[in-house]
């Protein structure tokens, strides 16, 4: 569930586009560079974040890119006409963000009971990857303490080895 959707209506930014099927390789760049931002899939060729310069600044580099590869696309911002659609959207973005977080906190508590060496590198990965979640995190879930504690106290056990 929800639980910083701010009173007030959200206002969004949606990249819609084309992209050839051939040759693969644009098509799935675009892809895993929309996953990385954690986009909320509308549907096939429109996806959308909430509204912000960031956000609206990568979604205008995907369709530069996209239209680079043959390819069309198009920038919009508005606000959804139906709070449940909006309250289903950013659900939706906020619980992969709640699985990925969640994802952290089991592999943070694993680590604790591998190898010195093992547990500085996993310290590592853990943080980039927590800084990666919370970049794309616009409607925190309630286990995101958890993630960042979980990792705070590998990082305090590691911190204590000689």
């Given amino acids: 569930m929800v639980t910083d959707l701010p009173p007030e209506r959200i206002p969004w930014v949606l990249l819609s586009y084309r992209i050839p099927r051939e040759p693969s390789t644009p098509r799935i760049s675009v892809w895993r560079r929309l996953r990385r931002l954690g986009v909320a899939q509308i549907s096939d060729g429109l996806v959308a974040l909430p509204l912000d310069s960031r956000n609206r600044e990568q979604l205008e580099w995907l369709a530069d890119e996209?239209?680079?590869?043959?390819?069309?696309?198009?920038?919009w911002t508005g606000v959804l006409a139906s709070a449940a659609?909006?309250?289903r959207i950013a659900e939706g973005l906020a619980e992969t963000i709640a699985h990925e977080y969640a994802v952290i906190a089991e592999e943070a508590t694993v680590c604790r009971s591998i190898d010195a060496g093992g547990r500085r590198a996993a310290l590592r990965r853990l943080r980039r990857e927590l800084r990666l979640v919370r970049?794309?995190?616009?409607?925190p879930p309630p286990n995101r303490e958890a993630a960042v504690r979980a990792v705070e106290e590998l990082a305090a056990l590691v911190g204590a080895e000689p």
Avoid: Q
């Fill in 66 to 75: 996209v239209i680079e590869h043959g390819g069309t696309a198009a920038i």
């Fill in 135 to 139: 970049a794309r995190d616009h409607f």
């Fill in 85 to 87: 659609d909006e309250r």
